[in-house]
């Protein structure tokens, strides 16, 4: 599948486009902020990226994750034209468009939801949730209704009713009509009823080919809801702590169990030959830039989030290493953002990105740990006769690496230059070489 060699790159439009944080209907004096990401295709394209992740852009109460109606963009970003508008530009860049399915819930503002708090027993729609008349909730509404996780503002779908499942599989027929998307990120999918996600899946296969889906997983066996009849991938939630805590604790240790449990060879070994969604951050959690202790280390961990098994993604802003701390709420993590910037980060990850996506193995390739030690790790990806050999150090010297590389020369396909493994290896400081051997 295409998302198997895929360069994801997210946006947080109601964030990017600077957005007022409670919807209070259409803005007189931005009515088009979601053309703001016109002025980004260009450096998306050169970042690398050959696909666009944006979270929600439905109409909604306030972050987006609360929707009101699945059939038009929020007032506070423009309209469907404007819609329409972005997307034929990422295609016609040649990037792939995916869009936040949020399917679990809605927020108290969605049109059937307002039906029943108006017309109680008598609403047709009082079945499309989990309602009891002998209930109440904090917002007094004179009945209780089922909600995500307890925050009432999010109104659970009743996805076992056919009109619910019907009004969401039109809703996605109509972003493949309308804007041609080529995937979706679904939501909470490890809330999502198992019957409704195999159905999902039946309809988008028969939408557009190779019509993909990443579902939002944080633990457990990922396995359950990516499969044939689910998602096609799942977000890594495991590698991404073990990614930054590797780093701050010095101890590669744990980053290379994670790695070679998803993906090693041996038969316990959990997603081989699967391509799971990998991020250092992303609109839920603290900038990669926030939490890492020693700032050097954003090239190796970005070095490492483009050499591991999977599919890779960098959030908006966070290629110039933009900080937000989720401790200060999620809009910090969520900022308006004008322009792209670049520097040297931009320039690292571009050539990562243009490593990974002309190499076999670094995209679809095997994994196997050559060397682990605190502060360094190489591990092997391999797919036939491709061969590369990740190697990473995360200390402030130069770090000379012993270890039998099964090869006497290889070509750093970061930098383009040569390395001879006689004698051992110097890892520069901070530094992540993708060593593809003769």
Known sequence: MWFDNAVVYQIYPLGLCGAPLKNEGPDPEHPHRLLRVLDWVDHIKDLGATCVLFNPLFESDAHGYDTRDFNQVDCRLGTNEDLRTVCDALHQAGLKVMLDGVFNHVGRGFWAFEDVRQNRHASRYKDWFHISFDGNTNYGDGFWYEAWEGCNELVKLNLQNPEVRQYIFDAVRSWVRDYDIDGLRLDVAYCLNLGFLSELRSVTDGLKPEFTLVGETLHGDYNRWMNDHACHSVTNYECYKGLYSSFNSANMHEISYSLNRQF????????TGKHLLNFVDN???SRIATILTDKNCLKPIYGLLFGMPGTPAVYYGSEWGVEGDKKNGDPSLRPEIVKPEENELTQWITALAGARTASPALCSGSYRNVMVQPKQLIFERRCG??????????????????????????????????????????????????????
């Not at 090693?264 to 997603?271: I, P, V």
């Open 264 to 271: 090693g060879s041996e038969q316990w070994c959990l997603y």
């Open 385 to 438: 006769d491709d061969r590369v050999l990740v190697a990473i150090n995360a200390d402030d010297k130069t770090y000379h690496a012993d270890f039998n590389a099964e090869a006497g020369r290889a070509v750093d396909l970061i930098t383009g230059d040569v390395h001879d493994f006689g004698g051992g290896s110097d890892l520069p400081p901070y530094s992540c070489m993708f060593w593809k051997t003769e």
């Open 283 to 285: 609109h839920d959690v």
